[in-house]
Structures are given as structure tokens and as C-alpha cells.
């Protein structure tokens, strides 16, 4: 039973930074993989950053490189997105999530998702 929960949304203005959280509790991944995903209303989930479980090879969607840095803590068994330089097309519900394979951006792939927090940026 893994339980991933996410925190540190909010609104910010364009510009502005935001740093997410996600807390794994229960059995963390040793290998495969934990990323962030976003959703926007009316759009597909989309791959935004990955890492492998035990830590390093970070992968970045074009669309957020040079303004995000996912990063994992795993004594806290808790996994980052530093968000920076935030733009309004940024504005979504981002999750994090595991997979046991190697990193991805497809959603389907992941089978570990936490319930998400939202970033709105104006």
C-alpha cells in the first residue's frame, strides 16, 4: 500500500516560483521511477519532470526546461518540483507518481498517483 500526497500549490504571478512536495508513505520505490505530471482542464496529462528512484538522470519536457528542477529526498521518502520562472500556461493540477519500469512521460505507464495540487499562475 504506497500513498503519495502532494502539497506546496497555490497561486503565484507570472514570474513567480512555487516549490511541490510529494510524500511517499508506505513501500517507496527502490528503482523505476517517480516524476511530476500536470493536467489542465480540457487537456491530456502530461509528462512535466522525472528521476530515477534512487535518485539521479533527472528528464525535463521541453516545455519546463531551465525553469524546473525535480529533486528526491530519500530519507524523507519525499520528492521536489522547484518551479521557477512560472508562466500562465503553467497553470494546472500537478501530480507526482511512481512507476517500478524505467521513467516515461506517459501517464499510463505510472501506477502509483497522488491526488494532486493545483498551480495557478496569473
Known amino acids: 500500500d504506497v500513498q503519495l500526497v502532494e502539497s506546496g500549490g497555490g497561486s503565484v504571478q507570472t514570474g513567480g516560483s512555487l516549490r511541490l512536495s510529494c510524500v511517499a508513505s508506505?513501500?517507496?520505490?527502490?528503482?523505476?521511477?517517480v516524476g511530476w505530471f500536470r493536467q489542465a482542464p480540457g487537456k491530456q496529462r502530461e509528462g512535466v519532470a522525472g528521476?530515477?528512484?534512487?535518485?539521479?538522470?533527472?528528464q525535463y519536457a521541453d516545455s519546463v526546461k531551465g525553469r524546473f528542477t525535480i529533486s528526491q529526498d530519500s530519507a524523507k521518502k519525499t520528492v521536489y518540483l522547484q518551479m521557477n520562472s512560472l508562466k500562465p500556461e503553467d497553470t494546472a493540477m500537478y501530480f507526482c507518481?511512481?512507476?517500478?519500469?524505467?521513467?516515461?512521460?506517459?501517464?499510463?505507464?505510472?501506477?502509483?498517483w497522488g491526488q494532486g495540487t493545483q498551480v495557478t499562475v496569473s
Open positions: 507518481a511512481g512507476t517500478p519500469v524505467t521513467c516515461s512521460f506517459t501517464a499510463r505507464h505510472y501506477t502509483q
Open positions: 508506505g513501500v517507496t520505490y527502490s528503482s523505476g521511477c
Open positions: 528521476m530515477s528512484a534512487g535518485g539521479g538522470r533527472p
